[in-house]
């Protein structure tokens, strides 16, 4: 990974299947995460995806340009939801651009982490240990 490296794009569907699994391995049952009715009555767009879920996939990405190196910090602010359909999936699409190595060897990675072509995440990044 050179500095000013283009990394990218991996995407990942995301279903409601999966969102069902991730509540249970997380313990966030809130259900506008696995029900349409509950999502729409509170005013979101439908059923939504955790936003842990899609930063997790976030440092899926990561690890698969890294090749599983350290991952320091991994973050952002959750700009849009991530509405999953009932048949078929959204589709998350990660990209980046690899920073400059510091002193202590550590990288910066400048994210975009999109659906649909609409941010999802701002201002993400990840720092990993060149």
Do not use: C, Q
Not at 47 to 71: D, P, Q, S
Not at 92 to 113: F, I, S
């Amino acid at each position: 990974m050179n500095a000013g490296e283009t990394l990218g794009p991996v995407t990942f569907a995301v279903t409601r299947a999966d969102l069902v699994a991730y509540a249970v391995a997380s313990g966030d049952h809130n259900p506008i995460h696995v029900d349409e009715s509950v999502a729409l009555a509170v005013g979101l767009p439908g059923v939504i995806a955790h936003g842990m879920y899609t930063l997790a996939l976030v440092g899926r990405a990561v690890a698969e340009w890294t090749g599983g190196a350290e991952v320091v910090e991994l973050g952002g602010k959750f700009v849009a939801p991530v509405v999953v359909p009932a048949e078929g999936a959204a589709e998350v699409t990660v990209a980046g651009t690899v920073g400059e190595v510091d002193a202590d060897g550590l990288r910066a990675l400048a994210l975009e982490v999109t659906v649909e072509g609409r941010k999802v995440i701002g201002a993400p990044k990840a720092i990993v240990r060149a």
